[in-house]
């Protein structure tokens, strides 16, 4: 009896262990990556695009992404899965609703507007992803933690955005087979006319903040 009791033990030990290895690997693809060095590969995989074939900015940051993503990876996964089930060049402009009051896209296709036309802003409930299917448009982001900033309209509930003066904001350009993600951490001025590029297509998508 003592050697089988061992036996028993020792096998539910075991089985134990195997149930908890199981736990630990689900948790690494579900819960945040704890050290940047774990974001950084985490990122660099691609995996979190769900067959997307686009291009993610470098100016995209990377710890933030991580922790909404990983706090509620539906709606990104939800977000992704529209961009790589659409023809984003033939879609018809309009409001697209992808999961109701979580993730949205909104098509647009038409004239840009100047820079002096399009304010700094932030939003508080919402990510902003941008992809510029047709033509290019300029992208300012800055962020937050590291930008001279003032605030020059209050935030407004109501729709979701603060205004800012920006003084050292940087400056891209969106066009086809890159997209941008804008966190309520990033200061950002959308989609202004780039020369030579008077009309664009663009896609937003708003995906809820955790």
């Known amino acids: 009896m003592g050697i089988l009791h061992k036996l028993l033990v020792k ?14 690997a689900n948790a690494q693809n579900t819960e945040t990556p704890c050290n940047k060095e774990s974001i950084a590969k ?7 695009l769900n067959g997307v074939k686009l291009k993610p900015h470098k100016s995209i940051n990377m710890e933030e ?4 993503y990983c706090s509620n990876p539906d709606w990104w996964n939800k977000a992704f899965e529209f961009l790589a089930s659409h023809d984003l060049e033939t879609l018809e402009p ?15 296709e038409g004239p840009t507007k100047d820079i002096s036309e ?13 992809y510029v299917a047709k033509g290019k448009a300029g992208m300012g982001v800055a962020s ?6 003032t605030s020059t309209a209050a935030y407004d509930p109501k729709r979701d955005v603060e205004n800012y003066n920006v003084e050292n904001g940087k400056f891209y350009v969106g066009k086809p087979g890159t997209f941008f993600i804008f966190s309520p951490k990033e200061i950002h001025r959308p989609a202004f006319r780039e020369k030579g590029h008077d009309t664009i297509k663009k896609v937003l998508i ?4 955790p």
């Open 11 to 24: 096998r539910a030990g075991l089985l134990l262990l195997l149930v908890c290895c199981a736990i630990g």
């Open 42 to 48: 985490w990122y660099k995989s691609k995996a979190w």
């Open 65 to 68: 992404l991580a922790r909404q």
């Open 94 to 108: 309009g409001r697209y609703v992808i999961d109701e009051g979580n993730v949205t896209a909104f098509v647009s």
């Open 118 to 130: 399009i304010n700094w802003e932030t939003h508080q409930n919402f990510n902003d992803l941008q």
């Open 144 to 149: 937050l933690k590291n930008s001279k900033y």
């Open 206 to 209: 708003k995906v809820r903040v």
